[in-house]
């Protein structure tokens, strides 16, 4: 198992595929983009099954998640996500998107084997799109996410990040716009992960005003569904079918459930999203590392997770590498 010192296992592994992105959303990176990592420097197909092999029958891994950057963009996606879903056991595997060429991959991913996507989407208004993403591709991320669910990856769930005075009027519409089409919507505090290293806590949107945003709106009961590591605090939505999520990652982190570990995609272990130290599988593949060496490395780097994420600490230092780099 990966286990900490605090008695924390992590059963969820987060996989970044690229460090690229096809959007340049403000909250994220700057608009002329970012330097990213040279071909060689990326984990090939057959390394990124290897890990994940290694993860599932040493390890304890029952779900991946493929990251980016934007995980669409890799060429051999098909590829790995086909031959992850052969092994044994057999993962639960997820993608995190912004929905740009999902509709054209979200049936030949589901025939491949992936289970779910999460699409992230913040806003409902072309305007309000291209000013957060520098980009007008509004209509492909709703093409997108109604192909998803076409294909049977359900629920599809879509993540909205919600910013002071861009987008933060726009949270029961982009709640009733979800239930209509049966998506499962989660809003997520801004996190301090952009590459500009501009986030200041006044100006996040917190899970509270979130709330306070829906309840004047919507009849909301708490979820009765064991919430276990899942990050978000879960509401029913006017007696249900729908839910919707809100994670309080800065205002009320979850690090003492957390259960995840994360590899770049570089071939890089990050024990948590605002580590600042890393392990390097990388070379040790390229070494000849056999799997037990590498899974042992993998063991030292969890085992030295620390309690939580510190963001309240005084010496808090975001990472330094952003959330495209690190991985979602």
């Given at each position: 198992?990966?286990?900490?010192?605090?008695?924390?296992?992590?059963?969820?592994?987060?996989?970044?595929?690229?460090?690229?992105?096809?959007?340049?959303?403000?909250?994220?990176?700057?608009?002329?983009?970012?330097?990213?990592?040279?071909?060689?420097?990326?984990?090939?197909?057959?390394?990124?099954?290897?890990?994940?092999?290694?993860?599932?029958?040493?390890?304890?891994?029952?779900?991946?998640?493929?990251?980016?950057?934007?995980?669409?963009?890799?060429?051999?996606?098909?590829?790995?996500?086909?031959?992850?879903?052969?092994?044994?056991?057999?993962?639960?595997?997820?993608?995190?998107?912004?929905?740009?060429?999902?509709?054209?991959?979200?049936?030949?991913?589901?025939?491949?084997?992936?289970?779910?996507?999460n699409v992230s989407l913040d806003t409902l208004?072309?305007?309000?799109?291209?000013?957060?993403?520098?980009?007008?591709?509004?209509?492909?991320?709703?093409?997108?996410?109604?192909?998803?669910?076409?294909?049977?990856?359900?629920?599809?769930?879509?993540?909205?990040?919600?910013?002071?005075?861009?987008?933060?009027?726009?949270?029961?519409?982009?709640?009733?716009?979800?239930?209509?089409?049966?998506?499962?919507?989660?809003?997520?505090?801004?996190?301090?992960?952009?590459?500009?290293?501009?986030?200041?806590?006044?100006?996040?949107?917190?899970?509270?005003?979130?709330?306070?945003?829906?309840?004047?709106?919507?009849?909301?009961?708490?979820?009765e569904r064991q919430r276990g590591s899942d990050?978000?605090?879960?509401?029913?939505?006017?007696?249900?079918?729908?839910?919707?999520?809100?994670?309080?990652?800065?205002?009320?982190?979850?690090?003492?459930?957390?259960?995840?570990?994360?590899?770049?995609?570089?071939?890089?272990?990050?024990?948590?999203?605002?580590?600042?130290?890393?392990?390097?599988?990388?070379?040790?593949?390229?070494?000849?590392?056999?799997?037990?060496?590498?899974?042992?490395?993998?063991?030292?780097?969890?085992?030295?997770?620390?309690?939580?994420?510190?963001?309240?600490?005084?010496?808090?230092?975001?990472?330094?590498?952003?959330?495209?780099?690190?991985?979602?």
């Amino acid at each position: 198992m990966l286990i900490d010192t605090f008695d924390r296992i992590a059963r969820d592994l987060r996989v970044s595929l690229t460090d690229r992105c096809n959007l340049r959303c403000t909250y994220c990176m700057p608009e002329e983009g970012l330097d990213w990592l040279a071909k060689p420097e990326l984990l090939t197909a057959d390394e990124i099954v290897r890990l994940i092999h290694i993860a599932v029958t040493q390890l304890g891994i029952r779900e991946v998640r493929f990251t980016g950057g934007e995980p669409l963009l890799r060429r051999d996606l098909l590829e790995v996500v086909g031959r992850v879903a052969a092994l044994e056991p057999r993962p639960q595997m997820s993608l995190t998107t912004n929905g740009i060429g999902l509709a054209r991959l979200a049936g030949p991913l589901r025939e491949a084997g992936l289970d779910r996507v999460n699409v992230s989407l913040d806003t409902l208004r072309s305007e309000t799109f291209r000013a957060l993403a520098r980009r007008d591709r509004l209509a492909d991320v709703v093409a997108g996410l109604a192909a998803a669910h076409e294909a049977g990856m359900r629920p599809v769930k879509v993540n909205a990040v919600l910013m002071r005075g861009v987008n933060d009027d726009e949270a029961p519409d982009l709640l009733r716009w979800c239930l209509d089409r049966e998506y499962e919507l989660r809003f997520i505090e801004q996190m301090p992960l952009d590459a500009q290293h501009g986030w200041t806590r006044e100006r996040m949107v917190t899970a509270t005003e979130i709330f306070n945003l829906l309840v004047p709106v919507f009849d909301l009961s708490q979820d009765e569904r064991q919430r276990g590591s899942d990050p978000a605090e879960t509401w029913v939505v006017d007696g249900g079918p729908g839910r919707v999520g809100i994670i309080a990652a800065v205002t009320l982190p979850f690090c003492g459930s957390c259960d995840r570990t994360r590899l770049t995609a570089d071939g890089q272990v990050r024990n948590c999203l605002f580590a600042r130290e890393e392990s390097d599988l990388r070379g040790l593949l390229r070494a000849g590392a056999n799997d037990a060496e590498i899974a042992a490395r993998w063991k030292a780097a969890m085992w030295a997770k620390k309690a939580g994420a510190g963001i309240d600490a005084p010496d808090f230092l975001q990472p330094a590498r952003p959330m495209s780099a690190i991985g979602g």
